[in-house]
Every structure is written in structure tokens, then in C-alpha cells.
């Protein structure tokens, strides 16, 4: 079983939802689903989300453009980082609009392993979320919604300063980030 010591539930997955993706998605994710729900893990920086309203609000920017072309997001991260599963990869990816560049992640098994096991250097080295926890010191806690954003986003000259993260709701500026950056192909 897949254990998450640090879990902040938001709301239960719907039995639909769930049934929806099995067999899509690892069964480790499955498990997740059935005991955790949706909610944040990894000091608050993973949030597990629905997938169904990812594919449909930002289905068109995950930009998957490799293997079979499927990609299911599943999370995202306190930094607007969106993260999917990719079953022809197989794998777990997190694509990293803040930085332009896609990040492999390994099994779903060992995503949630890493995360529970590697605290804040796994964190550090797979996500680049060192400016995170001094965001969440200078700004607070995010709502479940919310990432925080580089404003200007680092491709348009902005500094990876935590003065310049500010709270926005993450699909919007996945939208944005895309707009304004173009897809991240992978």
C-alpha cells in the first residue's frame, strides 16, 4: 500500500472519476485515489488533482507529441509544474512550464516512493523547488488551487525571485504560461 504520512485531503476522487481511469493509470494511483482522495503531499508542494478537468482545460498544453500521444495529468505542483503519466514513456513526467523543459519522474510507484523517502532533496533535485518553502514563508500557504508564479514569467525576462512568485490559480497560468511560451514538446 501506498503510504503518504504528510497527505492534506481536499475532497474525495468520485467513484466515477476513478472508474473512469482504471486501467488508464497505474494502479498505485488507483490506491491513492481510493485512501488519500485529492489533496497535497511533499511539504504541500504536490497537489494530486482531477484529471478529467485537466485534459479539458489544459489538455492542449501538455503538448505530448511522442510514443502514443496520451498523457494524463494527475498533479500538479506548488510551482504551476504539471505532472501526468504517460504510459508509452511508461512513466510519470512533470512538465516544468516555469523553466521550458520536461522532467521524467520514473514509475508511479516510485514517484510517491521519492517523494515520501527523498523529503525536500528529492523535491529539490526533480522539481527545482528550492524558492517553494521560502514562497510559502514570504506568502503563505497556497489554496488548493493555487501555484505560485514567476511574475514576469522567467522567459520573458522575469527573476527567479521570491518577490516575483505571486498566488494564481494554476490552470489559468498553465494557459498562460503556454500562451505566451508556446507548448513544451515532448
Not at 88 to 97: D, E
Request: charged residues 20%; negative net charge; hydrophobic residues 40%.
Amino acid at each position: 500500500m501506498v503510504q503518504i504520512a504528510d497527505f492534506v485531503p481536499h475532497a474525495p476522487v468520485p467513484a466515477e472519476i476513478i472508474e473512469e481511469y482504471r486501467g488508464r493509470v497505474p494502479d498505485e494511483l488507483i490506491e491513492v485515489w481510493e485512501n488519500y482522495g485529492y489533496g497535497t503531499f511533499g511539504q504541500g508542494f504536490i497537489r494530486l488533482i482531477d484529471p478529467k478537468l485537466y485534459e479539458a482545460e489544459v489538455g492542449d498544453c501538455i503538448g505530448k507529441t511522442q510514443g502514443d500521444g496520451i498523457a494524463i495529468p494527475f498533479a500538479v505542483t506548488g510551482l504551476g509544474d504539471l505532472i501526468t503519466w504517460e504510459p508509452s514513456h511508461p512513466g510519470v513526467i512533470a512538465i516544468m512550464y516555469r523553466i521550458g523543459d520536461t522532467k521524467g519522474q520514473g514509475s508511479m510507484k516510485t514517484f510517491f516512493n521519492l517523494v515520501r523517502r527523498g523529503g525536500a532533496a528529492h523535491l529539490s533535485d526533480s522539481y527545482d523547488w528550492d524558492i517553494f518553502p521560502e514562497a510559502v514563508a514570504a506568502h503563505g500557504e497556497l489554496p488548493y488551487d493555487q501555484s505560485f508564479i514567476f511574475v514576469p514569467l522567467l522567459s520573458l525576462g522575469g527573476a527567479a525571485k521570491v518577490e516575483n512568485l505571486h498566488k494564481r490559480e494554476t490552470i489559468t497560468a498553465i494557459k498562460v504560461a503556454v500562451d505566451l511560451q508556446g507548448v513544451i514538446g515532448h
